[in-house]
């Protein structure tokens, strides 16, 4: 089903066929359910500086990580400011036992018209599937219950198998235990996700007609 799928990370534009699709994170905005920290406009210098450093770690922390869970990663070569974050990560995968079963995978929900990029989906000890949501920063900011939602849903569609468990990890140099894990068991966040995503097309097409 991802056959016609492609991806533009300058852009950060799906296309399905050509045609092109809202991600998760462009709906979550749009509708407000998550910060909109794309426009930065508004914000100070110092402010946007920041964010723009934050968003630069977490997009190298997600790309070492999945390298880590490869078996393909040189951690020596790591940015130092980064390193912390994926210390974090390796002690996580560690002391819950997690073993990468899929990474960084596109996924497109056929009759819903939205697409995204999971983080991860691994096996836990008890042979559980688990899907997994990297943060640096607040899930709650983010929207991640119903994120996880839309990429439970969209990765049934396409392979047929479903997750036991949604986590946000947010990862926290410095503490003891440097991650908090939120598990989102709330079979109610799917209708909710359908209805944002309901809300954003009626929302474009009010636009489109105004």
Known sequence: MTAGLTFDPEAHVYRFNGEVVPSV???????GISVDFAS???????????IELKREIGTALHA????????????????????????????FRMNKGLLPSV????????????AGT?????????????LVDIKTGDPESSGCQFQTAAYDMAYEVMTGESVAERWGV??????????RITKYDDWRDRAQWQSIVATFYAQHARRRSA
Do not use: C, K
């Open 25 to 31: 994170t462009q709906i979550l905005a749009a509708t």
């Open 40 to 50: 930065l406009g508004s914000m100070s210098g110092e402010i946007r500086q920041a």
């Open 64 to 91: 070492d990580a999945h390298a880590f869970d490869d078996n393909d990663l040189d951690v020596e070569s790591v940015d130092p400011r980064v390193r912390p974050y994926l210390d974090a990560w390796i002690e």
């Open 103 to 114: 990474r960084e995978r596109r996924v497109f929900h056929p009759t819903m018209r939205y």
């Open 118 to 130: 999971l983080d991860g989906i691994f096996t836990a000890p008890s042979g559980a599937r688990v």
């Open 170 to 179: 947010q990862l926290v140099p410095g503490l003891r235990i440097p991650y």
